[in-house]
């Protein structure tokens, strides 16, 4: 099996649209679901729609927000 840097080496020749499919490829690999991390996140989402929901959860306006980062 090749390591990341042969594989490099051996790839790095590819013309460019060759090399983005490449990337591409690997890109959606890395994005596979993971339903462990999927149920931990519906249940934090669930949470907060349930603090929200009983006022327990503090809110800021969208103008807020967006003013902090300007």
Do not use: C
Request: proline share 6%.
């Amino acid at each position: 099996m090749l390591n990341s840097q042969e594989l490099y080496q051996q790839v790095s020749h590819l013309p460019p649209l060759e090399k983005l499919r490449l990337a591409e490829l690997l890109l959606a690999d890395l994005d596979t679901p993971n339903p462990e991390i999927d149920a931990i996140w519906r249940e934090e989402a669930e949470k907060r729609w349930q603090a929200y929901k009983a006022g327990e959860q503090k809110t800021l306006s969208y103008e807020a927000v967006m003013q902090k980062y300007r």
